[in-house]
């Protein structure tokens, strides 16, 4: 009698369980479209982009610097004499060495590219965060998914979609909202080029690129 008491006991707490579960309601959001709907964002974007091209004309100008220099040694080669032809190797050797540092510091891994991003773009990510919080707990979800992240979302149904609501919470929501959220220029920061045999390592690149862009999947309907 009591074995058949523990299962049924057992059998109510998996039952209770199960509903529980049941119940937990989620959702998903792109917060990818968010930030696109966001002036701050676009603003960020655009002096990140700024910032860039202005970086890079530095380290173009200090290459054609070095190729002068090079190029010079190339002709006098000739009438030097060997303490000369090594001073002017060093020479070489160093505005090389400085040039790379430089083009590193700037958009290398946690670069000054990487540490603007992080400063101009996370107060509106963290305005983003705040206002999902604020939704899930006004819609009593569970979970929250991002759309435009890392997580692979084979199927969405737009009925979970509150990235409507999130809009809402930020003053943002507009009648064009089941517009595809514009993207491009306003999400891009030039990935620097440097000429061949000179890329910097594949990691530092990465840190330097601007997020990629990806394809935006707006809500059919949005719930009331």
Not at 152 to 178: I, K, Q
């Amino acid at each position: 009698m009591k074995k058949i008491l523990s299962i049924l006991a057992a059998l109510s707490v998996l039952v209770c369980t199960a509903q529980s579960a049941v119940a937990q309601k989620f959702g998903y959001v792109d917060s990818e479209y968010i930030m696109g709907k966001m002036p701050a964002y676009a603003q960020a974007q655009t002096e990140l982009n700024n910032l860039s091209q202005t970086w890079q004309k530095e380290i173009e100008t200090q290459k054609k610097d070095l190729d002068k220099l090079y190029r010079t040694y190339q002709a006098e080669e000739v009438l030097l004499t060997e303490p000369m032809k090594k001073k002017r190797q060093d020479e070489i050797l160093k505005k090389e060495q400085d040039t790379k540092a430089y083009q590193n510091k700037i958009f290398g891994y946690e670069g000054q590219l990487f540490k603007k991003r992080q400063e101009l773009t996370k107060p509106v990510q963290d305005q983003v965060f705040e206002a999902i919080e604020k939704v899930a707990k006004k819609k009593q979800l569970a979970i929250v998914f991002d759309k435009s992240g890392d997580l692979t979302m084979l199927y969405t149904n737009p009925v979970h979609d509150y990235t409507e609501f999130v809009l809402e919470e930020l003053g943002l929501a507009s009648e064009d909202r089941n517009q595809t959220a514009q993207k491009g220029s306003v999400k891009t920061v030039t990935t620097p080029k440097t000429p061949a045999g000179d890329a910097i390592p594949a990691d530092e690149e990465k840190a330097g690129a601007a997020p990629t862009s990806r394809p935006s999947a707006r809500p059919a309907s949005r719930k009331n």
